[in-house]
């Protein structure tokens, strides 16, 4: 469902990012109030997983966007008489104050429409870069973005409920298991790297700070021109606004063993949401 859950946050952002340039193109138009629609074509025997995933995924993030002014209303419609197999089941509305709404969003996401319209066609999954991005942009962070239920006093987070956010070729991952609501937004990283894999990282927001446990294997930390072995019990702590990567140097190819490195990682971003030049 996690999986579902980005693909159906992708296509609302591609609403935000990619509509402008559309209307741009066709000067007939009057400035005011938007609608826009989109119709989904839900499969037999997938009914109760859609309507639970709009409750958990896609309902939390546009009322965040009408807090934030973006979105004047959204309304689900369904069609009681399908004329074909492949014919829409529900239709989805959306009102915008205006054009210029979407404009805003735009510019505040930096989020490239070639990676949305790639997103949305299926043919890749959003980098935690991109999502990183889109969750400044709305000022929500990041843990808010991919796992919309607000926190209570206590929440627990089952093994394999979490949203994996980035798997490696050679089978590692990184899990976002636990994180904090804004302004100082912690997040909580359970990744595995195999043999020879290494994930780089560009900058994060001004202020960022990381902290990383190996629990297994040999962890190569780069942290600008600094780069550190790490072995099980060693930690690291460093500034994470520079570019950053984490790597497996071990040899071989096997995702068995002793040869897969897996650490814990922490990482805090001060004053999300705030308006400050992060």
Do not use: C
Not at 18 to 37: E, H, I, M
Not at 70 to 83: E, G, I, L
Not at 142 to 147: E, F, K, N, T, W
């Amino acid at each position: 469902m996690k999986r579902r859950a980005l693909w159906l946050f992708s296509v609302m952002v591609m609403l935000l990012l990619v509509a402008p340039t559309l209307v741009a193109q066709n000067p007939n138009y009057n400035n005011g109030p938007v609608w826009r629609v989109i119709y989904v074509d839900v499969k037999p025997g997938m009914g109760d997983g859609f309507w639970t995933d709009i409750r958990q995924n896609f309902k939390p993030i546009y009322d965040e966007f009408k807090k934030q002014g973006w979105v004047s209303d959204y309304k689900f419609y369904t069609n009681p008489v399908a004329q074909h197999p492949d014919d829409w089941s529900v239709a989805i509305a959306i009102e915008y104050k205006s054009w210029g709404t979407l404009d805003e969003m735009a510019e505040r996401s930096g989020v490239s429409r070639r990676m949305l319209v790639n997103i949305e066609q299926g043919s890749t999954n959003p980098s935690i870069a991109t999502l990183l991005r889109i969750s400044d942009a709305l000022g929500v962070g990041l843990p808010i973005l991919v796992d919309v239920d607000r926190p209570a006093a206590l929440r627990v987070t089952r093994s394999g409920e979490a949203p994996v956010l980035w798997r490696g070729p050679s089978g590692g991952s990184a899990v976002l298991v636990a994180g904090t609501e804004p302004p100082d937004v912690i997040e909580l990283w359970d990744w595995s790297l195999a043999p020879g894999e290494t994930h780089l990282s560009e900058p994060h927001a001004s202020g960022t700070r990381e902290l990383l446990l190996v629990l297994a294997g040999t962890v190569q930390l780069q942290v600008g021109q600094a780069t550190h072995t790490l072995d099980p019990g060693d930690a690291a702590t460093f500034h994470s606004d520079v570019p950053h990567s984490y790597a497996n140097p071990s040899p071989g190819n096997s995702t068995g063993g002793a040869a897969m490195a897996r650490f814990a990682l922490t990482v805090f971003e001060p004053q999300v949401g705030s308006g400050e030049d992060r």
